[in-house]
């Protein structure tokens, strides 16, 4: 079944682009977050995180839910990078592209 023949379960007038593995509904672009390699919709999303409701109407672009992992996904990655720095060789640790441009400034 091709998702140009489905519409968003919370937008009727766009068409969908994927399909939550959870609730097994159809949702655009907006109604979708990544979260552990796997295209869920926010809703579900919500639940499996243990967040608050969505809040929808206030920020429809960008679910709190969605900064809240992003914000966590970049901490992270961070650390993560700093961590595998500390193994490389210290030419890789002057230059510092890689997490400089990361941390917050
Ligand atoms: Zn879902
Ligand atoms: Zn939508």
Same mark, same amino acid.
Request: charged share 15%; aromatic share 10%.
């Given at each position: 079944?091709?998702?140009?023949? $489905?519409?968003? $379960?919370?937008?009727?007038?766009?068409?969908?682009? @994927?399909? /939550?593995?959870? /609730?097994?509904?159809?949702?655009?672009?907006? /109604?979708?977050?990544?979260?552990?390699?796997?295209?869920?919709?926010?809703? /579900?999303?919500?639940?499996?995180?243990?967040?608050?409701?969505? $809040? $929808?109407?206030?920020?429809?672009?960008?679910?709190?839910?969605?900064?809240?992992?992003?914000?966590?996904?970049? @901490?992270?990655?961070?650390?993560?990078?700093?961590?595998?720095?500390?193994?490389?060789?210290?030419?890789?640790?002057?230059?510092?592209?890689?997490?400089?441009?990361?941390?917050?400034?």
């Amino acid at each position: 079944m091709s998702l140009h023949l $489905q519409v968003c $379960q919370n937008h009727s007038e766009r068409e969908a682009v @994927a399909r /939550c593995p959870v /609730c097994r509904l159809y949702f655009c672009r907006e /109604c979708v977050t990544e979260h552990d390699d796997q295209v869920v919709c926010a809703a /579900c999303l919500t639940k499996s995180v243990r967040q608050e409701p969505l $809040q $929808q109407g206030r920020y429809p672009f960008v679910p709190r839910s969605a900064a809240f992992l992003a914000g966590l996904f970049i @901490a992270g990655a961070s650390f993560y990078s700093f961590g595998r720095l500390l193994l490389l060789v210290p030419t890789s640790f002057h230059d510092g592209s890689a997490w400089h441009s990361l941390s917050p400034p």
